[in-house]
């Protein structure tokens, strides 16, 4: 028993003489956290202490020099570590990503990108409407899955083919962006695990994807690095994309994946970022969503030399930057454009001293000049010396944020560079020893002639309105096939399930009634006699229609996909037709004398005006709807009299876990949506992000709208209302 302890004690013993080299061989500023926040905290003297915090000074020369050779030495040892090797960043067709500054995240649901009625992508305007809020964007990553995959099965693939237009719309739509000097990415979702499978491996699968569409990049939602394998699947197809993770899971991926999302933190001193640091030349877009003010993503974005993800429509909820920060961002992004060249250089000097409190400097070198790019962080102006740089014989020094030369101060073996910097505001001075870019200053002198505080940082919320519903002629009894509904008083609660965005303003919808959109609500209301379908409209009564009508829709992607020839399949008759879009399902309940149900009174029907939880009751039963589908397919609906036990107290069936059903409509001017009622029987499985059910009486679902092809779904019918007399 000797000996083993003996091995133990030399092995502590040995441990603790390496522990201290070892840990000298790193730096204390690299910070720890998740893959999301990784950033390297500025010198501590760079932010004041409350003076509880003990004492404290500003920052000396020594202090930053210290601090920067630290964080040098780090960078060095980190690129022995892993093997960096950055030569990819150095190919011709990556070049791009190095001036991508200002990045977009577009739903393809916007509705200042396609046009349902000329079924026409309408790119133009929506760069056009861009440029004249906030200056425009070099990267655009178009959207085409979440929140609404999960509705059916299909996949993250499948989604993008279904685009209006097919593989050639699309392809097209890409190419306008590329006319207009925009790259495109598009993401990748390896969480999609519940759809219908692949038919390849995922990187053989979107490597001849985004081929086949002409896109640059993919960006990696929710993962921590693109691996390896999906740049040489590009490679390999001969169409080698950029790859844009939400973070890196260690250094060496820093190798293939040229851009990633910053999403901090902001603490008042700027942060460094860390991939940044290792590799100037990498491009990071600050991501932060749902923050209404975007003043700190603009400054940390121009104090790294690196860009911002303009993200406004977030699934469908609108989050509009400010007009101040539309300016900002306007003019932070062209002076970044202007002088991309000096931000990726390899000696980037950042929190280079600045002279007065709550400015923060980064110092980009090359051998041609330097430019500084500076962030004020108080809220309030900051005026005179602003910096002192070594003196050089013959150089000129311009405030490039205003686009005048500046007069130098002789300051022994330095100059004292005295220039105004707004509130919350930016600044840049370049030193040349040349001639300097008489465009460039002009272009920024016209931009920066009013203070950013002439523009409101007021943020409002887009109101949203409902489409109107035309009345029936009205029937004095039921029609066929439909159930009374008595008039009554109903407390119509429910609230939204969309996964995120919280209660915030703007979240869900908005009915009639509120001031704006949110995620609960609840009205007392007196409700109208009317008639409603027993059940959902079934295979054989849409046959009947269009025998009658004739009816074919003018954009028929998807319609009445698992018909053939015609008609629905053998044994289909009873079941609800599905694959139809909201203008199919309004043309039937035309023809029909009918419309569509308004949500309010599909809730009354179901609920019976109780509050029950459910048609039948307050507790689940699972004999009173269709088995759970959880494969990777979806099932064949049932029929809809096969659950007579799910009826509500008025006799309503069918209501829920079958089919989705349609009922009303609501759009911003960004975004058009339907309201859906009471689930389906397909519940893809292995991800929160799928789109979620709805089977309580209390719960919806909001469908983002596109156009009829694209919004036709396997698991979405509808049923029909008639007015009473």
């Avoid at 349902?116 to 305007?125: E, G």
């Avoid at 035309?470 to 119509?492: H, L």
């Avoid at 409209?537 to 009508?549: G, M, R």
């Avoid at 009922?663 to 499985?685: C, K, N, V, W």
Wanted: net charge neutral.
């Amino acid at each position: 028993m000797k000996l083993p302890r003996l091995k133990v004690l030399l092995a502590m013993m040995l441990a603790a003489a390496l522990a201290p080299s070892a840990r000298a061989q790193d730096t204390r500023y690299v910070p720890h956290g998740s893959y999301t926040q990784l950033a390297i905290p500025a010198p501590a003297c760079a932010a004041m202490n409350q003076p509880w915090e003990g004492p404290w000074q500003p920052c000396t020369g020594a202090d930053h020099q210290e601090w920067l050779q630290d964080l040098r030495r780090w960078r060095d040892e980190r690129r022995i570590r892993v093997g960096y090797d950055g030569s990819r960043y150095a190919r011709p067709a990556a070049a791009w990503t190095q001036s991508s500054f200002m990045q977009a995240q577009m739903m393809v649901e916007d509705r200042y990108v396609y046009d349902p009625a000329t079924r026409q992508y309408t790119v133009d305007r929506y760069l056009d409407d861009l440029i004249q809020r906030f200056g425009g964007i070099d990267a655009v990553l178009v959207w085409p899955t979440y929140p609404n995959i999960g509705l059916d099965d299909r996949n993250t693939i499948d989604l993008v083919r279904a685009l209006p237009g097919g593989i050639p719309g699309v392809k097209k739509m890409v190419a306008d962006f590329h006319r207009r000097g925009v790259r495109v990415l598009f993401p990748m979702m390896l969480w999609d695990q519940g759809t219908r499978a692949i038919e390849r491996s995922w990187p053989d699968e979107l490597a001849a994807l985004m081929k086949e569409i002409g896109a640059d990049g993919i960006n990696g939602d929710t993962q921590d690095g693109v691996p390896l394998a999906f740049t040489l699947a590009a490679d390999q197809a001969g169409h080698p994309l950029v790859f844009q993770p939400e973070g890196l899971p260690s250094d060496e991926a820093l190798a293939w994946n040229l851009m990633t999302w910053g999403q901090y933190t902001f603490p008042f001193a700027p942060t460094v970022d860390r991939y940044k640091w290792l590799e100037p030349r990498h491009m990071v877009n600050i991501s932060d969503r749902w923050n209404r003010g975007k003043t700190d993503d603009l400054q940390f974005a121009f104090f790294n030399g690196v860009g911002w993800e303009s993200w406004e429509n977030i699934w469908g909820i609108w989050n509009g930057i400010t007009p101040r920060d539309g300016e900002a961002t306007r003019r932070v992004a062209t002076l970044e454009r202007l002088y991309a060249r000096f931000l990726v250089s390899p000696e980037w000097e950042p929190h280079y001293p600045a002279r007065q409190y709550g400015v923060y400097t980064s110092r980009w070198p090359l051998a041609e000049g330097t430019l500084w790019t500076i962030v004020n962080r108080n809220e309030y102006d900051s005026d005179g010396v602003q910096l002192r740089v070594p003196y050089q014989p013959g150089a000129r020094y311009f405030d490039a944020w205003h686009g005048v030369e500046l007069t130098p101060a002789r300051d022994g073996d330095g100059v004292l560079l005295s220039f105004p910097i707004e509130a919350r505001g930016y600044g840049a001075v370049l030193m040349t020893q040349g001639a300097p870019e008489q465009r460039a200053l002009d272009t920024m002198r016209a931009l920066t002639a009013r203070p950013l505080r002439d523009w409101s940082a007021e943020w409002a919320a887009l109101p949203q309105t409902v489409t109107p519903v035309a009345a029936t002629a009205p029937a004095a009894s039921a029609p066929p096939g439909m159930v009374e509904i008595p008039a009554g008083r109903f407390d119509f609660s429910v609230r939204g399930l969309a996964i995120e965005g919280g209660n915030s303003v703007g979240v869900d919808v908005q009915y009639p009634w509120e001031q704006g959109a949110r995620r609960f609500h609840q009205r007392s209301m007196d409700m109208r006699r009317f008639y409603i379908d027993r059940y959902p409209v079934t295979n054989a009564q849409f046959k009947a229609f269009l025998d009658a009508t004739h009816y074919h829709p003018a954009d028929d992607a998807n319609f009445l996909k698992h018909w053939r020839h015609g008609s629905y399949p053998d044994g289909w008759g009873n079941k609800p037709v599905t694959w139809v879009s909201l203008e199919d399902a309004r043309a039937y309940a035309a023809w029909a004398g009918k419309r569509l149900p308004r949500e309010w009174e599909w809730q009354y029907a179901a609920s019976g005006g109780d509050g029950r939880v459910y048609p039948w009751g307050d507790a689940w039963r699972a004999d009173a709807v269709p088995r759970q589908a959880s494969g990777r397919l979806v099932a064949p609906p049932d029929d809809v009299d096969a659950h007579p036990a799910g009826a509500s107290p008025f006799g309503v069936q069918d209501l829920v876990g079958n089919v989705w059903q349609w009922t009303d409509e609501y759009s911003d001017a960004h975004t058009r949506f339907a309201i859906l009622r009471g689930g389906s029987s397909y519940r893809p499985q292995g991800s929160i992000w799928y789109f979620p059910a709805a089977y309580r009486n209390d719960q919806h679902g909001k469908l983002l709208l596109m156009a009829p092809g694209r919004d036709r779904a396997a698991t979405l019918g509808f049923r029909c209302v008639t007015d009473a007399g």
